[in-house]
């Protein structure tokens, strides 16, 4: 056989093998694709590596899932709890979860343990009680977590701060807005040294302290609509402290009196409350309306000097006038315990007096209530 005819033999030869492995891939990526299909639960929508569950009215998560997903959505349905048995199989690619608006309340340990790649937790809109802080992967790449509008009330809070301690080492944005939150524990998110979005919006916050001197990757703080009415200087300056923090303060009911000087200060000298054109004063009455920028010190409806010498004046005689009534208080108790056994003299002879007042008295009831002894003389023997 010919040189020629040899390397056409070789090149067909080649052609089949070639057409061989693409057809085999080809049948492998067809079984992969109905594979994936086949397991898509028959109450949701699947379509690549997302599944569609939402508004199905559904009371657990439907099974099974398709391994390869990598979106799930559960929202608007009536989950009431989560637990290892609702994601019995790993879920290795999955990165988005979606649980809003459920009736959620528990979630229970290792309730999201088969899943070592998520990066969206979505539970806003539900009822959380119960929230294990073994319920998340030992080592989960979390980011975003949205609480929106989760807690049952407002003292539920106490739920959230032991898993913001001990489980979510990689959130950068968190969301716990519309829960009626009252005050924050302190340092509630020192575990998250990667947090650089915190959303407090339209809760009921009146005070802020020590919450986040320890997130200095914080580059985002929301505490609009809130019920803050002056934020003192420690606050202020905990803020400040934070390297390129943005901070939202509007809607919340400033009282523009003495107290609210030191925000008056600071929005002065610096820059970092981004909506400062939008804090307006909620009161007092004549100063409604007024933007805190545009808000003069001598504005502010503050104690005259006159009362605070008055103040000043007072104070010192208050704590005299406490020291003498003291001082008497010892005394009194120092003459009663020196003339303790005349005290007692004096509390027997009261007593036997009592007791012979009552035996004359009850000596003359006898006599009264019985006619014969009343007609005897005293001189009569009887």
């Not at 020629?4 to 061989?20: A, D, E, F």
């Not at 979390?142 to 809070?157: A, D, Q």
């Not at 803020?239 to 000087?261: F, H, K, M, Q, T």
């Amino acid at each position: 056989m010919s040189n020629v005819g040899l390397l056409r033999l070789l090149q067909l030869q080649t052609k089949q093998r070639s057409m061989c492995n693409l057809t085999l891939c080809l049948l492998l990526f067809l079984t992969s694709s109905c594979s994936s299909l086949s397991t898509c639960p028959a109450q949701c929508l699947c379509e690549s590596t997302v599944v569609n569950c939402e508004s199905q009215n559904l009371t657990s998560v439907p099974q099974p899932l398709p391994e390869n997903i990598t979106t799930l959505n559960l929202n608007g349905n009536r989950i009431l709890n989560l637990s290892n048995a609702s994601f019995p199989r790993p879920l290795v690619h999955l990165t988005h979860l979606y649980v809003s608006g459920n009736q959620l309340q528990e979630l229970d340990s290792m309730a999201f343990q088969n899943f070592s790649s998520l990066r969206l937790l979505d539970l806003s809109d539900n009822r959380i009680l119960h929230f294990s802080i073994e319920a998340l992967h030992q080592d989960n790449k979390i980011e975003v977590l949205n609480f929106s509008k989760s807690l049952r009330n407002h003292s539920y809070i106490g739920v959230l701060a032991r898993l913001f301690h001990h489980s979510l080492p990689k959130v950068s944005r968190l969301d716990l807005s519309n829960n009626d939150l009252v005050f924050l524990p302190e340092g509630i998110f020192t575990g998250l040294s990667e947090l650089s979005l915190l959303d407090l919006r339209n809760n009921s916050l009146v005070s802020f302290r020590n919450v986040t001197s320890q997130n200095k990757a914080l580059k985002e703080l929301d505490l609009r609509d809130n019920a803050f009415k002056a934020l003192p200087n420690e606050t202020l300056s905990e803020l400040y402290s934070i390297p390129n923090l943005r901070v939202r303060l509007a809607g919340n009911p400033w009282r523009c009196d003495c107290d609210i000087e030191y925000l008056l200060f600071w929005l002065e000298k610096q820059d970092f409350v981004t909506d400062r054109l939008n804090l307006t004063c909620a009161s007092p009455r004549e100063l409604k309306h007024v933007q805190l920028v545009h808000l003069e010190h001598s504005q502010l409806p503050c104690w005259s000097d006159n009362v605070d010498e008055l103040n000043r004046v007072l104070e010192p005689s208050y704590v005299f006038l406490g020291l003498v009534l003291a001082l008497i208080g010892v005394i009194f108790l120092l003459v009663l315990y020196l003339n303790r056994k005349g005290i007692k003299r004096w509390m027997y002879n009261i007593r036997d007096a009592c007791r012979d007042h009552m035996e004359g008295y009850h000596y003359r009831y006898e006599i009264n209530s019985d006619p014969g002894l009343a007609n005897l003389s005293p001189n009569s023997d009887v």
